[in-house]
């Protein structure tokens, strides 16, 4: 069965600071990856995903994620956080063999100073 | 977007009781719906996936008979926790395929005295 770890459980920024998220997941076959986020107080939304095609995905708020086959990584980042991205966020994957269900990472709080 | 309701936000009962859990899809149909369940600093787990018409499938080390699931309609399901105990305290999350993207739930919070 596939699993995701994420590298960072909290991660503390200041305003402008550069951000990345690790992830890795095991899974030695085709993956779907996913990117979600979790602001205080609302249910989780989807900032972006890779399904096929150009392993550089751009994602919504200027987040983007990098897909490396080599490494089974989808590392998230942002070149300058805003207080506002203070959230959690999870790395999910999914496979057809595991019927297309979301497998989670453990999560990463991401608090930012303003 | 497609949006999914969970209600209640919050519920508080007795060891020993059930409660029931509702996930609805407002603005879009769905055949599946998924059950997570997510403890503090952990990783949401998948408990099951509910299938309109038909059984749901639980995953492994989920109990059907603690946790059942119903799946209504084409825009509801149901989770209740039956003969609730302290240990079935958790965040219990919903979430909806659609359009290739899963949407999900705001959550509800159990807490079993």
Redesign the interface.
């Known amino acids: 069965a596939q699993s995701?770890s994420q590298h960072n459980?909290h991660v503390i920024l200041s305003e402008a600071a550069s951000l990345e998220l690790g992830c890795n997941y095991s899974y030695g076959g085709t993956v779907n990856l996913f990117w979600?986020v979790q602001y205080p107080g609302?249910?989780?939304?989807?900032l972006l995903?890779y399904?096929s095609g150009d392993p550089l995905v751009k994602g919504i708020k200027g987040f983007e994620a990098e897909f490396i086959k080599s490494k089974f990584s989808f590392n998230l980042r942002k070149p300058s956080v805003q207080w506002s991205d203070t959230a959690e966020y999870?790395c999910a994957v999914s496979t057809m063999e595991y019927?297309n269900?979301?497998?989670?990472?453990?999560?990463t709080i991401l608090r930012v100073k303003s | 977007g497609a949006v999914?309701s969970q209600h209640p936000s919050r519920v508080i009962c007795k060891s020993g009781t059930s409660v029931k859990i509702e996930c609805r899809s407002l603005d879009f149909q769905a055949t599946t719906m998924?059950w997570?369940r997510q403890f503090p600093?952990?990783?949401?787990?998948?408990m099951a996936?509910s299938n309109e018409g038909s059984k749901a499938t639980y995953e492994q080390g989920v109990e059907k008979d603690k946790f059942l699931i119903n799946h209504a309609s084409l825009t509801l399901s149901t989770l209740t926790v039956t003969s609730a105990h302290p240990e079935d305290s958790s965040f219990y999350?919903c979430?909806a395929p659609y359009d290739?993207?899963?949407f999900?739930?705001?959550?509800t919070r159990l807490t079993v005295l």
């Open positions: 995701v459980h979600y609302q249910h989780l939304q989807l995903k399904f999870f019927g269900k979301l497998v989670f990472g453990a999560g | 999914v998924f997570y600093k952990q990783s949401l787990m998948l996936t999350i979430s290739n993207e899963q999900f739930g705001p959550g």
